[in-house]
């Protein structure tokens, strides 16, 4: 299965300020998928990022706040904008391919 | 709404006993898949089972799936304490653009004591 290496594992960052986020897949996956965890629950899917095309939000979520970028099939990163303390949460990429989904080992935000 | 939703919530058992964790959703699914996750850390894919399986066993975990039920159990045998995680189960959808999106369920925390 996919090997994802996902940066960085963990960050404070105050708010009003961004954060990027990026995953970087050792091999080309077309699909490319970001989560949230907030403190507690469980994932929600945020958006599915396309190479070549627009990134696709899920209800709840907008391009201005959580801007994706998909430059290649073995890359994509996630932008945090404007933070604030609700946003601290951990966030996920995850790819899919024949055999199955693989996710990143996460990054757990707190926004102070 | 919400599409699988696990029970119990949090589960507490000795280690050497047996831990069930159960699975509700609520759409028609390609399959169910079960993942394990430590602190908070990435997701571990522990299992899957497709719509026309009712049972699949590995190692120490066995998942039934009852679809006429929208159900699902995932049973850990003989637990050890370094099964203590959190464990969710996540469906995909059927049909459509929306095939690959996975949606989690809430999770049961399961602690596993010496």
């Known amino acids: 299965s996919a090997v994802i290496s996902q940066k960085p594992s963990r960050d404070i960052c105050q708010r009003g300020t961004s954060l990027t986020i990026q995953c970087q897949v050792d091999?080309?996956?077309?699909?490319m998928f970001w989560y949230r965890q907030q403190p507690g629950q469980s994932l929600t899917l945020i958006a599915t990022?396309?190479?070549?095309?627009?990134?696709?939000?899920e209800s709840g979520f907008v391009i201005d706040k959580f801007p994706i970028s998909r430059p290649n099939l073995t890359f994509s990163t996630l932008t945090v904008s404007n933070m604030s303390p609700e946003d601290s949460s951990i966030y996920l990429c995850?790819?899919?391919?024949?055999?199955?989904?693989?996710f990143g080992s996460g990054t757990r935000l707190t926004v102070v | 709404s919400q599409q699988g939703e696990e029970d119990p919530q949090a589960l507490s058992i000795q280690e050497g006993e047996n831990a069930t964790m159960n699975c509700s959703y609520k759409?028609?699914?390609?399959?169910l898949q079960w993942y394990r996750q430590n602190s908070g850390r990435g997701l571990v894919h522990l299992i899957l089972?497709?719509?026309?399986?009712r049972e699949k066993h590995s190692g120490r975990l066995r998942v039934t799936l009852d679809t006429s039920k929208k159900s699902s159990s995932l049973l850990i045998t003989a637990s050890r304490a370094a099964d203590t995680a959190s464990y969710f189960c996540?469906?995909?959808?059927?049909?459509?653009?929306?095939?690959?999106?996975?949606?989690f369920g809430k999770g049961t925390l399961l602690t596993v004591n010496p």
């Open positions: 995850s790819v899919v391919q024949v055999y199955g989904y693989t």
């Open positions: 091999s080309q996956v077309t699909m």
């Open positions: 990022a396309n190479q070549g095309s627009e990134a696709t939000y």
């Open positions: 759409t028609s699914i390609n399959n």
């Open positions: 089972i497709r719509s026309n399986e």
């Open positions: 996540a469906t995909d959808g059927r049909g459509g653009g929306s095939n690959y999106k996975l949606t």
